[in-house]
């Protein structure tokens, strides 16, 4: 039986998380530094954060498709390609900030057919859709209060991710799920989302 959301304690050293961590905080003051969808537009009821994009060339996102790969291979056994938009997201969550429920494939995922059939058949077969989400936790859970990922099953039971650094969590990207509203300190993750062609 494949299970919605599995994850690793990948005992990636502190080191090199820290290292990650550093290289980011980096760019974000060589880069605009997104302070958060909600601060660009959308509506602070179900999202306040910061962002930066990460592209895929970053050395991290190497590691993190092994992480990928090994989920997929090992339970969800999905027809996958690469990272949405060749990019992944590092997030910080500060005291306040959160992220309500929400599923990551998204109805603008959703394939829509068209009237043409040549055309229906190029967008069947070249259109992608998000699959699997993957969250890496680089704080430690010492670090802050609140902030807990929240995941909804089926069954309206909910469970929450491990919260120790450096744990890689993949789950199926239609999976509802929340970041919990941070109480004190400062949590900071990645998260990215895969795609592959239309479901069959």
């Known amino acids: 039986m494949a299970y919605e959301a599995i994850w690793y304690h990948t005992r990636i050293p502190d080191k090199v998380i820290d290292l990650l961590t550093e290289d980011l905080e980096q760019a974000t003051e060589d880069t605009q ?18 962002n ?20 997929n291979r090992n339970n969800f056994r999905y027809d996958i390609d690469g990272f949405d938009n060749g990019s992944i997201q590092y997030t910080r969550y500060q005291e306040g900030n959160y992220y309500n429920w929400h599923k990551d494939d998204g109805v ?20 992608k859709i998000r699959k699997l989400s993957v969250t890496v936790q680089l704080s430690s859970h010492e670090d802050y209060t609140g902030g807990e990922v929240q995941f909804l099953e089926n069954n309206n039971k909910t469970f929450f991710a491990p919260k120790k650094k450096g744990t890689v969590i993949v789950f199926d990207s ?27």
């Open 33 to 50: 530094f997104t302070e958060s969808m909600t601060k660009a537009g959308s509506d602070f009821k179900m999202r306040d954060s910061s």
């Open 52 to 71: 930066l994009w990460v592209p895929e060339t970053h050395w991290v996102c190497g590691m993190l498709w092994h992480y990928i790969q090994l989920a």
């Open 108 to 127: 603008s995922n959703a394939y829509t057919p068209v009237d043409d059939p040549e055309e229906d058949f190029i967008k069947g077969s070249t259109q």
């Open 174 to 200: 239609r999976l509802p799920h929340r970041a919990k509203k941070v109480l004190t300190g400062e949590r900071r993750s990645l998260v990215g989302w895969v795609v592959g062609p239309q479901w069959r």
